[in-house]
């Protein structure tokens, strides 16, 4: 059963959201692959292989690979921003932007995540 949810409203207002507060083409990309590639293949590989070490967040199931995988390629999403932008983040504020998403991507239900993580990425680059 598919569960209600407003993300594809969400993530159509971050797209417009994180235009208006930067310009800079690598990090409007890092901010929303996030949710293109870190959350789609979170979901993907949870779905798949995240039977048996399911929890659940305000009576959403999520699984622990799938939290792990959407950790892992926001870190690998964030360090391809950091080698192609021209004043790159430190090691320190790549791992915390990644737990942040990843936490948010989380608590967010109802598709808030769709909103709230690639804004959360676009805020931390563009003030880094």
């Known amino acids: 059963m598919q569960r209600p949810t ?3 409203l969400y993530f159509a207002l971050a797209v417009g959201v994180i ?17 293109s590639l870190a959350d789609g ?3 993907v590989v949870g779905s798949r292989w995240g039977g048996k070490h399911k ?15 959407f950790f892992i390629i926001s870190i690998g999403l964030l360090l391809i921003f950091n ?6 983040l430190g090691i320190g ?4 932007a990644s737990l942040l998403a990843t936490l948010i991507e989380n608590f ?9 993580v690639p804004l959360l990425v676009a805020v931390v680059l563009v003030n880094h």
């Open 83 to 88: 080698s192609l932008f021209p004043s790159p």
């Open 6 to 8: 407003w993300g594809e």
């Open 41 to 43: 293949l979170a979901a």
């Open 93 to 96: 504020w790549l791992i915390f």
């Open 55 to 69: 929890y659940s967040v305000l009576n959403h199931p999520k699984s622990l690979i799938g939290t792990l995988t």
């Open 108 to 116: 967010g239900v109802g598709g808030l995540d769709n909103l709230l």
């Open 19 to 35: 235009a208006v507060i930067t310009h800079d083409k690598w990090i409007y990309m890092a901010a929303l692959l996030q949710m």
